[in-house]
């Protein structure tokens, strides 16, 4: 997955000076709305990976960060890949009529059996959006009707194999992406429904900051994890990527969650400096090695309130804190509520 430079500008949250941004200063505290343009045929796999990003950003967070509403180009409805018919909440024919507010985000489904022929409404409503600094991307063939609307010049996109011909004769000057999703300046792509969510996990780091984005992808990728009564913190996709001394590390930390090791020892371990060590984490993982850790028994003690019934003390103490106070605050700091109410919601839930 890549990143590059991006041209909007967000303010920063109070939950992650570093990373996390919502929509804007006058909309603190709003949800960042997302529309999903559904196009004829459009993969239901792709569709519901991506929403369900949204949704579990919103559960790990205690303010609902995401909203999304479904359009059609026409109608009140459309039909999938797997021909079931879904109801949309508005169609773009109602939008371009009337003077609704537009998405922060506006995402064009596509699928393998979808028209690639530009459609009218489509590019004049994603020109108006485009016009409002809003986010446009595309699920699997879903940027060409971005590339119909001009808006991907000089833009690297991710599009389904089967479409890169089509891209290659009808957009010179569109750039055919080697990776399978990217965040290219403004425009979101992916080329099929696995990457649908590593797409979307770009764009909740990128609009909620690392935090949130870690915790959903540690949540969507569980059938990646060892099995456990309670499963560890989900490696890294990328890990292989990584120098040796940073994986040394992060497997050490992960193995040690109810004794934490020092720094000294990590780095003895490891056979690294400190400042070896900062930079490996910086460069790799955009925080600190002392952070990190903390996330990753943070987390580990959130799921062992939501999967089990120990005392609030146990968890702490089987997260490595030594006392339920430093515990709590910690908790608190980073998921914004109290241990204690945290498990009251999971429970109602």
Request: proline letters at 4%.
């Amino acid at each position: 997955m890549t990143q590059t430079n991006h041209k909007k500008h967000f303010s920063p949250s109070n939950a992650d000076h570093n990373h996390a941004h919502v929509a804007s200063p006058e909309c603190d505290n709003k949800p960042i709305m997302i529309g999903f343009v559904l196009l004829k045929h459009f993969s239901m796999v792709a569709f519901t990976g991506a929403v369900d990003a949204l949704v579990t950003a919103n559960l790990v967070q205690t303010e609902k960060l995401f909203d999304y509403a479904t359009l059609s180009i026409s109608g009140s409805s459309v039909t999938s890949d797997l021909g079931i018919e879904i109801a949309t909440g508005t169609s773009i024919e109602e939008q371009l009529q009337g003077a609704s507010h537009p998405f922060d985000v506006l995402i064009v489904c596509g699928g393998y059996r979808c028209q690639l022929s530009e459609q009218a409404k489509l590019t004049e409503y994603l020109k108006n959006h485009h016009k409002q600094d809003a986010y446009l991307g595309g699920l699997w063939n879903g940027a060409i009707s971005l590339a119909h609307a001009g808006l991907t010049n000089n833009t690297r996109i991710a599009v389904h194999p089967d479409n890169h011909p089509y891209v290659r004769e009808h957009f010179q000057d569109t750039v055919i992406a080697k990776e399978t999703s990217l965040l290219d300046g403004q425009i979101l792509s992916c080329s099929g429904p696995v990457s649908a969510l590593a797409m979307m996990l770009v764009l909740v780091e990128h609009l909620q900051g690392n935090r949130i984005a870690r915790a959903v992808k540690e949540i969507l990728t569980c059938d990646q994890l060892s099995e456990s009564t309670v499963t560890p913190l989900t490696q890294p996709a990328d890990d292989a990527k990584y120098p040796e001394a940073l994986k040394k590390v992060l497997e050490l930390m992960r193995s040690n969650i109810e004794e934490p090791l020092t720094l000294e020892e990590l780095l003895h371990y490891a056979s690294v400096s400190r400042r070896q060590l900062e930079r490996l984490f910086q460069n790799h993982l955009e925080t600190s090695p002392s952070r990190y850790y903390l996330e990753l028994r943070i987390t580990y003690a959130r799921r062992l309130l939501q999967q089990t019934n120990k005392p609030i003390i146990e968890v702490a103490i089987a997260s490595g804190f030594v006392s339920s106070s430093h515990f709590s605050n910690c908790f608190k700091d980073y998921f914004g509520v109290a241990p204690s109410n945290f498990r009251k919601r999971s429970n109602q839930q």
